[in-house]
């Protein structure tokens, strides 16, 4: 019998494994895998829990369609929409802001702000009187824009928020883009 045990002891030296040795390893291996994948649970979980309140209501993103901010913003610019300014500041003249379209809600447009509540303003030879929570609003590429002097004023319930980011194209990324204050003058006085 003391033969068979320095045999085993031989064979564990030279890198035989016994039973017990082999369900050692696969327990660890399952509780390795667990633990991966509890750990992954818990980052998308944590992923969701910072992301979904951002999306929801800090910010969303906005793909510029057309041509009605040019020079400003072109046809597929990426930008991120702040959400949250408007919650505790008015919009001010000059900025440029996201908004849902008063004649199809399902609709987005990007435009800037001309005339805010309470204002007369003149536009095209035409004095305009802007009601209490309405905004008059204007593409910067005038020739080619549809806004307020086609389809009226927007309500100040249709904002979603302002362009707080450029992230598309790359040359171009920028914060609070449009919102520098000679761009704004020069488009304010067309």
Do not use: C
Not at 84 to 91: A, D, G, H, N
Not at 98 to 127: A, C, M, S
Not at 146 to 174: C, H, M, Q, Y
């Amino acid at each position: 019998m003391e033969k068979n045990f320095e045999q085993k002891d031989d064979q564990i030296k030279e890198g035989y494994q016994t039973d017990s040795d082999n369900l050692l390893e696969s327990s660890s291996e399952k509780k390795s895998l667990w633990v991966s994948v509890l750990e992954f649970i818990q980052f998308i979980s944590i992923a969701l829990i910072i992301i979904v309140p951002l999306r929801l209501w800090v910010a969303q993103p906005f793909i510029v369609h057309g041509k009605s901010m040019d020079p400003t913003f072109r046809n597929g610019d990426y930008l991120i929409v702040d959400e949250l300014s408007y919650k505790f500041t008015e919009p001010k003249e000059g900025d440029v802001i996201v908004f849902r379209y008063p004649n199809d809600t399902k609709k987005f447009f990007i435009k800037r702000i001309i005339g805010l509540p309470n204002q007369t303003i003149e536009v095209e030879g035409k004095t305009i009187s802007i009601e209490d929570n309405e905004y008059f609003v204007l593409g910067d590429n005038r020739g080619s824009s549809s806004d307020s002097r086609v389809w009226g004023t927007v309500n100040e319930d249709l904002i979603i928020g302002k362009a707080f980011l450029r992230l598309w194209p790359v040359v171009s990324i920028d914060i609070l883009p449009g919102q520098d204050k000679e761009t704004s003058a020069r488009l304010l006085e067309k």
